[in-house]
Each structure stands twice: as structure tokens, then as C-alpha cells.
């Protein structure tokens, strides 16, 4: 049995492909994640200390390689927000929403071409970057980096909350349809909410961190370094937390768009 796709689903993901691959500040970003991402793998490979992994975790550990790693990792899923907000919030502000909407008039096909095209864009870009950086990495520092469990928990979990940010971006876009909006959205986020973990440890509620989506990212990605933190959910728990956050943003981006004028 051959499993063929619907023309009209075709149709609308192919928009959706040529919207993200003309936009030069798309290129810019995945450009961005990719070398940075790359660069600091380098840099881990050079610099690691075999001893760090065991007791710290695979990034943020000891050594300003590990530290690099773990920073360009975080910028990598910021981007991603950054990129499913741009995506979404354009379509207001260039007013090429109700364009689309013409040849795809399902609202519901409409939104989910949009965001399972930035959903699987920001995997590609962060997968990518992952294998060369990661076997650059392997190649220079083969006698010091261990290809671990952890290792391939972190990548996982940074693919992972990488394409949830970008559809929580894209669904933000929808939602406030304007791109400065979502994008300050996404990056207020990131500011503002390790304030709340502090006012929450301060009275005497510090587990209110564990549910909110930037701690649940950082738990995620971070390979179980902050395991003691209180704030902090250990990686599975958090992992569906993300999950059920990002779920959370496309049903409000879908009551959004079939209940408003487009």
C-alpha cells in the first residue's frame, strides 16, 4: 500500500516551505545556531576534562568548553522561539494570512501546515547541527569526550525542546498576531520567569517552578545537572511538562484563529 498525500495538504505545506525558505532572517538564524552549535562542540573537544562528566553532567560542567557548549545549547532553543514567532507574527504584519487563507481555506489544515513546517525546520537545523558538531567534536577530543548515555540525553532533549519552542512561538504569533510581540513574548519568558523561582523558594514554594516552561526546558536539556535544584523537575517529568506547555499554546492558537477574523 502506497500512502500518498492529499494535494490540498501538499499544497499547503509547499506555502509553507517557500514562505520559510525566503525570508534571508530565517537563513540567518539556522546560520547562526548552526555555527555557533558547531564552534563550541569544537571547543569541548579541545578543552574537555574527562573527569567533569561523572560529576557534573554533560554541559555546564567544569571547564569553560563544557560551559560553552551548555550556553550555545540554550541559544539554540531560544532561536527557535524566536523563529516560530517571526513565522507566525509576519503573516499579520505583511497581511499575507488572508492570501493564504484563499487557497487553503481550512483553518485548521492552515495552521497545522504552518506549524508543522516550523516544527520540522527547527528539528532539521538542530539535528544538523548536533551530527557535525557532535562528530567534529568526537573527532578532535576522541581520547577525552565519552559517547555516553547523558550525551545522547542532552541532544535529545535539546531537539526536543527546540521544536516545542518553536511551535510555542508559532502559536504565539497566531495569538498576538504581531512578530515584535510573540518574539518579546518568547524572550521575556526566558528573563523573567527565573525571577518567579526565586519569589517562589523565598515563600515557601519552590516546587511552583517545576511546572512552569522555562524551568522545564532548562531541566530538559540540561542533562540532569540541576537534579538537586528545587525549581527544577528531573528530565522525564520535565520533558512532558514542555510537552503538555506547547500543547497548551496550539489549542489556544487554534480557538484563536477558527473563533477570529483573519
Same mark, same amino acid.
Given at each position: ?7 490540498v495538504v501538499a499544497?499547503?505545506?509547499n506555502?509553507?516551505?517557500?514562505k520559510?525558505?525566503? #525570508?534571508?532572517v530565517?537563513?540567518? =538564524?539556522?546560520? &547562526?545556531?548552526?555555527g +555557533?552549535? @558547531?564552534? !563550541?562542540? $569544537?571547543?569541548?573537544? /579541545? ?10 553532567g ?12 551548555g ?12 523563529f ?10 505583511f ?20 506549524l ?9 537545523t ?5 551530527? #557535525?558538531?557532535?562528530a567534529?567534536? =568526537?573527532?578532535? &577530543?576522541?581520547?577525552? +569526550?565519552? @559517547?555516553? !548515555?547523558? $550525551?545522547?540525553?542532552? /541532544? ?32 521575556g519568558?526566558?528573563i ?49 511538562v514542555?510537552?503538555l ?7 489556544g ?10
Amino acid at each position: 500500500m502506497i500512502v500518498t498525500v492529499p494535494p490540498v495538504v501538499a499544497r499547503a505545506a509547499n506555502s509553507e516551505v517557500r514562505k520559510a525558505t525566503s #525570508v534571508r532572517v530565517n537563513w540567518a =538564524l539556522a546560520g &547562526g545556531v548552526f555555527g +555557533v552549535g @558547531v564552534l !563550541a562542540f $569544537l571547543a569541548l573537544g /579541545l578543552t574537555f576534562e574527562p573527569g567533569a562528566s561523572k560529576k557534573d553532567g554533560f554541559v555546564f560542567a567544569s571547564g569553560w568548553g563544557a560551559a560553552v557548549v551548555g550556553w550555545a545549547l540554550v541559544l539554540t532553543v531560544a532561536s527557535a522561539g524566536v523563529f516560530g514567532a517571526l513565522a507566525s507574527g509576519w503573516e499579520y504584519g505583511f497581511r499575507s494570512l488572508a492570501v493564504s487563507s484563499v487557497f487553503t481555506p481550512d483553518r485548521n489544515l492552515l495552521l497545522g501546515a504552518k506549524l508543522g513546517v516550523v516544527a520540522a525546520f527547527s528539528l532539521a537545523t538542530v539535528l544538523a547541527m548536533e551530527l #557535525v558538531g557532535g562528530a567534529a567534536m =568526537l573527532l578532535i &577530543g576522541r581520547d577525552k +569526550v565519552p @559517547v555516553t !548515555a547523558g $550525551l545522547f540525553a542532552v /541532544l535529545g532533549g535539546v531537539a526536543l525542546a527546540a521544536t516545542c519552542w518553536a511551535v510555542i512561538g508559532a502559536s504565539l504569533g497566531f495569538l498576538l498576531r504581531s512578530p515584535i510581540q510573540a518574539v518579546g513574548v518568547v524572550l521575556g519568558l526566558a528573563i523573567l520567569e527565573p525571577l518567579v523561582w526565586i519569589t517562589a523558594r523565598a515563600i515557601g514554594f519552590a516546587g511552583l517552578g517545576t511546572i512552569l516552561p522555562v524551568s522545564a526546558t532548562v531541566s530538559a536539556i540540561s542533562g540532569g545537572k540541576f537534579a538537586d535544584t528545587a525549581f527544577l523537575a528531573p528530565p522525564p517529568a520535565a520533558t512532558a511538562v514542555l510537552v503538555l506547555w506547547t500543547a497548551a499554546a496550539v489549542a489556544g492558537a487554534w480557538w484563536f484563529v477558527n473563533q477570529r477574523d483573519i
